[in-house]
Nanobody, 127 residues
Framework: QVQLVESGGGLVQPGGSLRLSCAAS????????IGWFRQAPGKEREGVSC????????DTADSVKGRFTISRDNAKKTVYLQMNSLKPDDTAVYYC????????????????????WGQGTQVTVSS
């Protein structure tokens, strides 16, 4: 069945780095856009970054641009989120999800059209 599984979260000090992974199974990844989202306690879900698995096009939220980089490995059916210069405000549960076809901006940031959400991985940035 369709499954997206996140991993790589943890506790990191401000200024540190983490790399999250989203492993996909049960569907043809090439036809989809994969997005990373996050939700902090008491806050709305926020789109972080997304990538089209066919042509590699990406879009990234302004709040993390220049610090976070999304990438893909189609052979491994995995999408990565490299997070550098982490701040306490980046603390959240990070989720990946899929959307059919191309990136639709800015709707993707709201999660419009995304489904098959993973279980999430906790990222905590604290000293």
């Amino acid at each position: 069945q369709v499954q997206l599984v996140e991993s790589g979260g943890g506790l990191v000090q401000p200024g540190g780095s983490l790399r999250l992974s989203c492993a996909a199974s049960g569907f043809n990844l090439d036809l989809w856009t994969i997005g990373w989202f996050r939700q902090a306690p008491g806050k709305e879900r926020e789109g972080v970054s997304c990538i089209n698995m066919s042509d590699g096009s990406t879009d990234t939220a302004d709040s993390v641009k220049g610090r976070f980089t999304i990438s893909r490995d189609n052979a491994k059916k995995t999408v990565y989120l490299q997070m550098n210069s982490l701040k306490p405000d980046d603390t959240a549960v990070y989720y990946c999800a899929r959307s059919w076809g191309i990136i639709r901006a800015p709707a993707w940031k709201r999660g419009d059209g995304f489904g098959s959400w993973g279980q999430g991985t906790q990222v905590t940035v604290s000293s």
